[in-house]
């Protein structure tokens, strides 16, 4: 079984910035790919950020530029610096871990943490 756990949510103005991070534990396997999610009210999930096999960063188009991903591998860990931030990017955000264990993939996702933008 694998936890994620989320934290670095809130309420910011603005222009200001958020550090999300997302911590795995328990029987992890082989990293494949970790990364964010987003889902804004009344939209779809959809990709943030991830790192793919450690080094290939994706990132979407709306953020590059102003949201920087990173990993503490040791930790297991993945983090979402959040920088110049837009009342856009309220949404949930996602933790997203994909993993090979005994020779099988497992997808696993966080329980979310709130983003709002606001003045």
């Known amino acids: 079984q694998v936890q994620l756990v989320e934290s670095g949510g809130g309420l910011v103005q603005p222009g200001g910035s958020l550090r999300l991070s997302c911590a795995a534990s328990?029987?992890?396997?082989?990293?494949?790919?970790m990364g964010w999610y987003r889902q804004a009210l009344g939209k779809q999930r959809e990709l943030v950020a991830t790192?793919?096999?450690?080094?290939?960063?994706n990132a979407a188009e709306s953020v590059k530029g102003r949201f920087i991903i990173s990993t503490d591998n040791a930790k297991n860990t993945v983090y979402l610096q959040m920088n110049s931030l837009k009342p856009e990017d309220t949404a949930v955000y996602y933790c997203?871990?994909?993993?090979?264990?005994?020779?099988?993939?497992?997808?696993?996702w966080g329980q979310g943490t709130q983003v709002t933008v606001s003045s």
């Open positions: 790192i793919i096999s450690g080094r290939i960063t």
């Open positions: 328990g029987s992890i396997g082989t990293i494949n790919a």
């Open positions: 997203n871990l994909i993993t090979t264990y005994a020779y099988r993939r497992f997808e696993y």
